[in-house]
T-cell receptor, first 113, second 111 residues
């Protein structure tokens, strides 16, 4: 069974540019989460999808961040325009539900210069 | 202020030594999870503790959940270089199973 895959693994962009991160969850996992870890801080929750619906987006830092999960399969997280403080690693995780294990992807490292 | 405080933040020991890392909170958690993260990888779940006072063992790793379900510890016996990594504790903070993480303990085991 393939794990959670994320793309790109690393991205370096200039302040003001746009970046789109993609996450492919494990097949059959309805729950998809985005987390991020910025330098020196703990991993923090961004949002939660159940299938194609946003269940909770309370962790999204501001309106420069837009997440979608069209068709309830893969998800994208777009940052537009990117700011320096957006640098960090963005993790995607998927979960079947009901006491099963949450699986994390390897993360997408974003550097905004 | 972090909801989950982990200590120590960094730990460097020699192979064969024992160690304990801690995860503390002022809040009660229904469960706590321990993850290990290696460079370039995402966190990988090691164990979930659910019952206050529960002890779980995973080979040389022993996990304990505090009686009041506000803290947890991870004890490693006879550490090996392969134990090197970032150890994270996390707990759910609402019904959607979203996790709040501690800052992590970065462990280095020298041969």
């Amino acid at each position: 069974e393939a794990g959670v895959t994320q793309f790109p693994s690393h991205s370096v962009i200039e302040k003001g540019q746009t970046v789109t991160l993609r996450c492919d969850p494990i097949s059959g996992h309805d729950n998809l989460y985005w987390y991020r870890r910025v330098m020196g801080k703990e991993i923090k929750f961004l949002l939660h999808f159940v299938k194609e619906s946003k269940q909770d987006e309370s962790g999204m830092p501001n309106n420069r961040f837009l997440a979608e999960r069209t068709g309830g399969t893969y998800s994208t997280l777009k940052v537009q325009p990117a700011e320096l403080e957006d640098s960090g690693v963005y993790f995607c995780a998927s979960y079947r539900g009901s006491g099963n294990t949450i699986y994390f992807g390897e993360g997408s490292w974003l550097t905004v210069v | 202020t972090q909801l989950l405080e982990q200590s120590p933040q960094f730990l460097s020991i020699q192979e064969g030594e024992n160690l304990t890392v801690y995860c503390n909170s002022s809040s009660v958690f229904s469960s706590l999870q321990w993850y290990r993260q290696e460079p370039g990888e995402g966190p990988v779940l090691l164990v979930t503790v659910v019952t206050g006072g529960e002890v779980k063992k995973l080979k040389r790793l022993t996990f304990q959940f505090g009686d009041a379900r506000k803290d947890s510890s991870l004890h490693i016996t006879a550490a090996q270089p392969g134990d090197t990594g970032l150890y994270l504790c996390a707990g759910p903070f609402n019904a959607g199973n979203m996790l709040t993480f501690g800052g992590g303990t970065r462990l280095m085991v020298k041969p």
